[in-house]
């Protein structure tokens, strides 16, 4: 029979494990994605709503946390993802998106031609951006509109890893409070690689 002080230590090291895979990530985030973190273009990803209930620059963050979370169970059976290649590709798959009320005449059209907008967007925010991150940011939308299968295990971990965010986008909408937008923007500067953000009150 299992006692209390075995109960609590059980949660003590999933606490511990869950802790030290959040650092990993940001970690990472830093290591390999900080000048599209740090860009003007990401900055006004967290302006722009997208799936009703969230932001593009929430959603790209989500598919970056859930992308390396998937990279590091894959590890764990001895296969080895590009993780620069999964980070610059889930942080900058959807910032084609950005000014969609201007480039755009319909939705339909956004879901068919933001892929290879978003690709523009990352050339222009990563020096001498690698063919395959292209090719993950261009099929990122698969199995939807249109979109061509993953040709790489990178590709399918990012699309698989945007199709989960956009659910918890839907179900969750934004991890910040919303107020005014000088607020939201210093929060999000203070936060922008921790994954504790505020959460609304119920």
Not at 22 to 35: N, P, T
Not at 41 to 59: L, P, W
Not at 68 to 95: G, M, N
Request: hydrophobic share 30%; glycine share 4%; proline share 3%.
């Amino acid at each position: 029979m299992k006692t209390a002080s075995d109960m609590r230590s059980r949660k003590e090291r999933r606490r511990e494990k869950k802790e030290k895979r959040e650092k990993k990530i940001r970690s990472d985030l830093e290591r390999y994605g900080k000048e599209i973190l740090d860009s003007e273009e990401m900055e006004r990803a967290f302006c722009q709503t997208h799936h009703m209930r969230s932001t593009v620059g929430e959603h790209s963050q989500r598919v970056a946390e859930k992308s390396l979370a998937l990279c590091y169970a894959l590890e764990k059976l001895r296969i080895r993802p590009d993780i620069p290649a999964v980070v610059a590709a889930s942080l900058c798959h959807d910032l084609g998106i950005l000014d969609r009320d201007e480039k755009y005449g319909s939705d339909r059209e956004c879901y068919r031609k933001h892929s290879s907008d978003s690709i523009e967007v990352a050339r222009k925010l990563v020096n001498n951006l690698p063919e395959k991150t292209q090719d993950i940011i261009g099929r990122h939308m698969w199995p939807t509109a249109g979109s061509r299968i993953p040709n790489s295990l990178e590709g399918a971990i990012v699309s698989a890893a945007d199709k989960a965010a956009a659910v918890e986008d839907f179900i969750r909408g934004s991890r910040i409070i919303p107020s005014d937008l000088k607020t939201t923007l210093r929060t999000l500067k203070e936060r922008k690689l921790g994954l504790k953000w505020k959460t609304k009150k119920k």
